[in-house]
C-alpha cells in the first residue's frame, strides 16, 4: 500500500546546492543598494514518493553535511523521479534521502518564495507525490534559570534524599535499558558521563565541538549520569545505555537554546527506529509536521515509548510531538507548560525546575525547562522497564499518573512510588490502596501486568 508522507521546507539557512557548494537561503538583505542585483528568496519544500525499492538500498551512516543526491545510496529510480519532478515544476534540488522505515523517498527542492504556495498545489495534485510540506522548525524546551544556589551540591543531595534514590537504586538503576535522545549532541567525554553512550551520530549540516552540545549534555546527565564515581551528580537511571542522535544545533555559543528542523529530525527519527531503543527522548517542540509524524507513529508501532516535553502557555501552537497520540508528554513543576487537551493525549507533570546537571567540558549547571522534565520521566522510565520490560507506553503512563494521584500531589510524578507498582520494595517506597472490596493491595496492580 503506498504510504503518503510529507515534504520539508527551509533546511537550514545554510543548504547544499546540488553541486555541493553552500548557499544562503536566508532571503534578500535588508542593506540591499537600489539598481543592485538581488537573489530572489527562496523557500525550501520537502517532497516524499513511494519508492518499493527503498529498503533494499543501504541507508549512510551520520552525517556532517547535506550533499548532492546520490550521497545517500539513492535509486535510480528515485533519482529519476527527483530529477522528473525538478523538470516538470522548475525546482531547484538540495538534497534527497531515502526514509527507510517507511518505505518512501524524500527530495527538498528549493522554490522561489513568491510562487511556493502555486509549486505546492501543483505537487500536490501529481499523482507519483504522497504530500508536499513546508520545513517546520523545532525548539528544545529551556528556560532561563532564576537564580543561581551557593550550595549547589547541597541542593542537590536534598533533592535526592527526598526521592530517596539511594534506595531505588539498590533493586533498580535501568540497567541495560536503551534511550535514544534526540537533541543536540551529547559531551562524551563528560566524566559523568564517559562509557555511557552506546553510539554518538550526527545529522546537522555543521561540525561543531561539545560546546554545541549543551542542552543534550544536559539531558543525558539527567537521565544516566555514572553514580559513586565519586564526582558531580547521580542520574535517575545510572545503567542505562544512551544514544545520542544530534539533529540540532545551538542557537548561540555555549547556552542551551537550540533548534531543529523537520529533515535532521527525519534523519535522526528513521535511524533511532533502526537501532531498536526502548524508550525515545525528545525534549523539544514546534509545529505539527507529516512526516515526522509518520514516523513517531511508526516508532510508537514497533514498541518504543516515546516521551516529549509539553511547552509553555507562549507556545500553545506548537506543542508537536507531545500532542500526538500516544507520546508521553511532559511539563514541567513548577512551570506554565499547557494542558494539551486532545483526546488521546498522555500528559504527566515531573521536576524541571533548577535541575543540576551536566555541562560539556566536565561541568555542571543548573537547568530549567520542560525539556528537563522529560529527561527525569525518561530516566523513571528506564528504571520501570528494568523491572518490567514488557510495559507498553500507555501501562507506563498509568503507573506514573497514579504514582502522583497516590502521594497525595496530582502536580508530579512520585519516583518512590511509580517503582513500588512494578514491584521494587525499596524501604519506604511502598504503596498501598484500596481495593473496590476495602482490601489494601500493594506492588503492581494486577491490570498493569503486561501480557
Known amino acids: 500500500m503506498k504510504i503518503l508522507t510529507a515534504c520539508l521546507a527551509a533546511l537550514l539557512t545554510q543548504a547544499c546546492t546540488t553541486d555541493g557548494t553552500n548557499r544562503d537561503v536566508s532571503g ?27 529498503n533494499r538500498v543501504p541507508i549512510a551512516d551520520a552525517v556532517n ?53 502555486d509549486v ?34 547541597y541542593k542537590l ?31 562524551v567525554d563528560h566524566q559523568d558521563l564517559s562509557g555511557q553512550l552506546d553510539r554518538s551520530e550526527n545529522y546537522v549540516p555543521k561540525s561543531g565541538d561539545s560546546d554545541g552540545n549543551v542542552h543534550g549534555t544536559a539531558v543525558a546527565g539527567i537521565i544516566a549520569a555514572i553514580a559513586n564515581n565519586g564526582r558531580g551528580i547521580v542520574g535517575i537511571a545510572p545503567d542505562a545505555r544512551l544514544i545520542s542522535l544530534k539533529a540540532c544545533w545551538q542557537e548561540k555559543a555555549g547556552q542551551p537554546e537550540a533548534e531543529c528542523n523537520s529533515f535532521t529530525l527525519a534523519l535522526a527519527l528513521n535511524n533511532a527506529i533502526l537501532m531498536k531503543p526502548q524508550i525515545l527522548n525528545m525534549s523539544l517542540s514546534g509545529p505539527e509536521d507529516p512526516l515526522l509524524s509518520l514516523l513517531i507513529q511508526k516508532a ?13 502557555k507562549h507556545a500553545s501552537n506548537n506543542a508537536f510531538p507531545a500532542s500526538m497520540k500516544g507520546v508521553i508528554g511532559v ?37 530549567t525547562g520542560s525539556s528537563f522534565a522529560a529527561a527525569n520521566v525518561s530516566g523513571v522510565i528506564a528504571l520501570l522497564l528494568e523491572k518490567r520490560p514488557l510495559l507498553n507506553s500507555a501501562q507506563v503512563f498509568d503507573i506514573l499518573k497514579r504514582s502522583a494521584e497516590n502521594s497525595g500531589d496530582s502536580h508530579s510524578i512520585n519516583v518512590c512510588n511509580a517503582v513500588a507498582q512494578v514491584g521494587a520494595s ?26
Open 300 to 312: 510508537m508501532d514497533e514498541g518504543i515509548i516515546v516521551v516529549a516535553s509539553v511547552p509553555s
Open 120 to 153: 505546492m498545489k501543483r505537487l500536490g495534485a501529481d499523482p507519483r507525490v504522497g504530500v508536499v510540506q513546508t520545513m517546520n522548525q523545532f525548539h528544545v524546551m529551556n528556560s532561563p534559570s532564576a537564580k543561581p544556589y551557593t550550595d549547589p551540591y
Open 331 to 367: 511539563q514541567s513543576v513548577p512551570g506554565d507548560s499547557i494542558s494539551l487537551g486532545k483526546s488521546g493525549t498522555r500528559v504527566i507533570a515531573a521536576p524541571g525546575n533548577e535541575i543540576l546537571t551536566t555541562m560539556p567540558h566536565d561541568g555542571y549547571s543548573f537547568m
Open 157 to 187: 543531595q536534598s533533592g535526592l534524599h527526598e526521592m530517596q534514590l539511594n534506595d531505588i537504586h539498590r533493586e533498580v538503576t535501568g540497567r541495560n535499558v536503551k534511550i535514544a535522545v534526540i537533541d543536540t549532541g551529547v559531551d
Open 426 to 451: 525499596s524501604p519506604g517506597c511502598g504503596l498501598s490502596r484500596t481495593s473496590a472490596g476495602g482490601k489494601k493491595t500493594s506492588g503492581l496492580f494486577a491490570s498493569d501486568t503486561p501480557s
Open 28 to 54: 534578500v538583505s535588508a542593506d540591499a543598494k537600489p539598481g543592485a542585483v538581488v537573489a530572489l528568496e527562496k523557500t525550501q519544500i520537502l517532497v516524499t514518493f513511494n519508492d518499493e525499492r527503498v
Open 65 to 117: 553535511t547535506y550533499r548532492a543526491r546520490g550521497s545517500y545510496s539513492n535509486s535510480t529510480y528515485s533519482e529519476r523521479v527527483a530529477e522528473s519532478l525538478a523538470q516538470t515544476y522548475g525546482l531547484s534540488q538540495v538534497a534527497q534521502w531515502p526514509v527507510t522505515t517507511l518505505g518512501v523517498h524524500c527530495v527538498v527542492y528549493e522554490v522561489p518564495t513568491k510562487s511556493t504556495d
